[in-house]
């Protein structure tokens, strides 16, 4: 299995029994002109779309498509000048209500085409209308941190999926990622470790404690 931008040891970890098991019992509930919306959660850092990349291949380029969470990221243009600012990535900070639309939209699959905003972290932006949903794929995966929240609108979110699994990284390895991960995209050192430790952490305690609403708790690398 080869997959462009995702590390060695990434591929290594998903070829784990546990993950294995997983994807086995994923394919087997998969049935013909149903579509099965999975939902995969995990922290700042976590891996979430390094994990969905590889789910996708491992299903089959004519089976999977992901879908971020992170595309319904509130625009700069509304959150500027702002306390959100400052808390940019909390659940307040994202169109939920769009999100769930779109996840009804795709559940219902009685379009086409269908398409969805991806979020590009060269721009700090989410950009609208960028990724293709044909109706033909049977599987959708859908990374974010706040499918498990238990605000109404995200309960609203999480009756739509058939299943959420949470990606369980162990806390230094997730921290080093992140603060790599600013850097790549204009931080400086300390604000990127000041990030990291700062808004970052506060969402991860946020999300850290939803976990066990997951239907499967996978350990990541």
Request: proline letters at 6%.
């Amino acid at each position: 299995m080869t997959l462009p931008n995702v590390e060695p040891r990434s591929l290594r970890a998903f070829d784990s029994a546990e993950i294995q098991q997983a994807v086995a019992q994923l394919r087997s509930r998969v049935t013909s002109g149903r579509r099965f919306l999975l939902g995969v959660a995990g922290s700042p850092g976590s891996g979430k779309s390094t994990f969905s990349a590889c789910l996708a291949e491992a299903l089959g380029s004519d089976a999977a498509l992901v879908v971020p969470m992170d595309g319904f990221h509130l625009g700069n243009a509304i959150i500027d000048s702002t306390p959100l600012r400052q808390r940019k990535g909390a659940p307040d900070t994202f169109d939920v209500g769009g999100y769930l639309s779109l996840l009804q939209r795709l559940a219902r699959r009685d379009e086409d085409v269908v398409y969805a905003p991806d979020f590009r972290r060269t721009l700090d932006e989410p950009v609208a209308a960028s990724l293709a949903v044909p109706a033909a794929f049977p599987v959708i995966i859908t990374e974010g941190n706040y499918l498990l929240n238990d605000g109404p609108r995200w309960q609203q979110v999480r009756a739509q999926l058939d299943e959420v699994w949470f990606i369980d990284t162990p806390h230094d390895m997730r921290l080093a990622r992140l603060i790599e991960r600013h850097m790549l995209f204009g931080m400086d050192r300390a604000a990127a470790e000041a990030w990291a430790n700062g808004p970052d952490a506060a969402n991860a305690r946020l999300i850290e404690a939803t976990r066990s609403r997951a239907d499967r708790i996978l350990p990541w690398l």
